[in-house]
């Protein structure tokens, strides 16, 4: 009978020794198993919250709808505006960039009016605490000193009434604030405790805001001050800006809204201002 010949007995050499400890220590892998709808579910969830976070917090989207700030921003530029810098400092984040308003800067607050308290507007600061406003011609003086403003508008017969002069307007604060003039009722009584002399003078905690597109804008002038805690933050960018109409703001209803979106598809390429796109505000 032909036994099968057994491999002679040795002693293994100290380097296979090694090799098979090492193979015998090496973590057997697993196979990879497919994410189960629970957790791919979860994983969004956890992006969406942090981008609801971040856009709730930091940072927040508005659509500019009317010319009071123009040149600065037209209707219909779509700005991300930073709601961090110019919000009240806070222990639970010392970590965060915080400063106060300054003059000049564009910000986005709410309305300090009972009528429309959750109105967002976007004007410019033109004066802080303290500081003493009033206007000739269309020109502001701060503290005794005319502001050279070349983007703000100014009075003028070009055949639109409303860029006409108008005392009220034009030489704020020189006429007494009346519902007549478009004033609240509120500001017409509370503008003469603000007045010394020819000027407005800013009280603690609040700013003075107008805005760029001065014979345009419904701002300070009619409505009073900005309390700072209504102050949102600050435009930083256009990230988008489409051709719209100006009286488009006023079009609510659900047939107009849908029949605008029909417009902004079809003409998405030939009326967005493309030069616009990353266009810093200033």
């Not at 010949?5 to 057997?28: F, G, S």
């Not at 010394?196 to 597109?213: S, T, W």
Request: contains cysteine.
């Amino acid at each position: 009978m032909t036994k099968i010949a057994e491999p002679p007995n040795r002693e293994l050499e100290p380097k296979e020794v090694a090799d098979a400890d090492a193979l015998a220590d090496a973590p057997v892998k697993e196979e990879e198993r497919p994410e189960t709808p629970l957790e791919s579910i979860s994983s969004i969830c956890a992006v969406l919250a942090v981008g609801l976070f971040v856009m709730t917090f930091i940072f927040q989207m508005f659509e500019i709808p009317s010319a009071s700030m123009e040149q600065t921003l037209l209707i219909g530029d779509h700005v991300l505006v930073d709601r961090v810098t110019l919000a009240p400092k806070t222990s639970w984040a010392p970590f965060l960039h915080f400063r106060p308003v300054h003059r000049g800067d564009v910000i986005v607050f709410l309305k300090p009016n009972p009528e429309s308290p959750d109105l967002f507007l976007v004007k410019r600061a033109i004066g802080l605490p303290g500081d003493r406003i009033h206007l000739r011609q269309g020109i502001v003086y701060l503290n005794g000193v005319a502001q050279n403003e070349p983007q703000a508008g100014k009075p003028a017969y070009d055949g639109e009434p409303q860029h006409a002069y108008n005392a009220y307007r034009d030489d704020f604060p020189s006429v007494p604030a009346s519902v007549e003039e478009g004033t609240t009722a509120s500001w017409a009584l509370e503008m003469p405790t603000h007045l010394e002399g020819d000027d407005l003078v800013v009280p603690p905690g609040k700013v003075f805001a107008m805005g760029d597109n001065r014979t345009e804008s419904l701002d300070g002038r009619y409505w009073g001050f900005v309390p700072q805690e209504n102050i949102v933050g600050r435009p930083m960018f256009v990230y988008w800006s489409f051709e719209t109409p100006a009286d488009q703001i006023y079009k609510t209803s659900a047939g107009d809204r849908i029949g605008f979106i029909s417009h902004i598809v079809l003409h998405f390429f030939d009326q967005t201002r493309w030069k616009r796109t990353l266009h810093i505000i200033r």
